[in-house]
């Protein structure tokens, strides 16, 4: 049997699906998944993911041009690790997204951020290089647009610092600028 890590998404996304979606508030505007795809900062690492998430209904604020949103999304991702063996993440991120609807209501542009928490298979990034803890948090800023009737897809650009905040030392932390695409259900 293949790693996990080495498995197609869509397994991945069934795993998610399977663990996370019956926890999905029945409040929620429905279900999205997110494919990802980011480039590290260090050691050539490249990471892979499916996101399963969900939107509180009402804004948790509502201005005359922009709203504040909480989302809840649950990640799957794979590490490709060149000079060492792959990794997996899985994580949690409650996500604040200040939307600005556009022309008529039919796309939306919006900034994100978010403090998450982060599990890993293991530490070792490269043959020189690991992470001090498998527990990481996860750091991101981002912005995107959404469309389509009802807001069906979303495409969106992220910057992502996961480090474990100092609870061991070295804390090395490593970025990703990631790419996402997210289809609501």
């Known amino acids: 049997m293949r790693p996990l890590s080495s498995q197609p998404p869509l397994l991945c996304a069934a795993v998610l699906a399977g663990l996370l979606g019956a926890s999905a508030p029945?409040?929620?505007?429905?279900?999205?998944?997110?494919l990802t795809t980011a480039v590290g900062s260090a050691d050539h690492v490249r990471k892979h993911g499916i996101v399963l998430g969900w939107t509180r209904p009402r804004p948790l604020w509502q201005g005359e041009q922009w709203r504040l949103m909480l989302r809840h999304e649950a990640e799957l991702a794979a590490w490709s690790v060149p000079r060492a063996r792959d990794l997996?993440?899985?994580?949690?991120?409650?996500?604040?997204?200040?939307?600005?609807?556009?022309?008529?209501?039919?796309?939306?542009?919006?900034?994100?951020g978010s403090i998450g928490a982060?599990?890993?298979?293991?530490?070792?990034?490269?043959?020189?290089?690991?992470?001090?803890?498998?527990?990481?948090?996860?750091?991101?800023?981002?912005?995107?647009?959404?469309?389509?009737?009802?807001?069906?897809?979303?495409?969106?650009?992220?910057?992502?610092?996961?480090?474990?905040?100092?609870?061991?030392r070295p804390n090395p932390g490593i970025e990703f600028v990631q790419v996402y695409y997210r289809y609501r259900f």
């Open 26 to 34: 029945a409040a929620a505007e429905g279900l999205d998944l997110a």
């Open 88 to 112: 997996v993440e899985l994580g949690y991120s409650p996500v604040l997204r200040l939307e600005r609807p556009l022309s008529g209501g039919t796309s939306v542009f919006f900034v994100e």
């Open 118 to 168: 982060r599990l890993l298979s293991h530490t070792r990034v490269s043959a020189e290089r690991r992470l001090s803890t498998a527990f990481q948090f996860a750091d991101m800023l981002g912005l995107g647009w959404q469309w389509g009737r009802h807001g069906h897809s979303t495409l969106g650009l992220r910057l992502q610092h996961i480090s474990n905040l100092g609870i061991k």
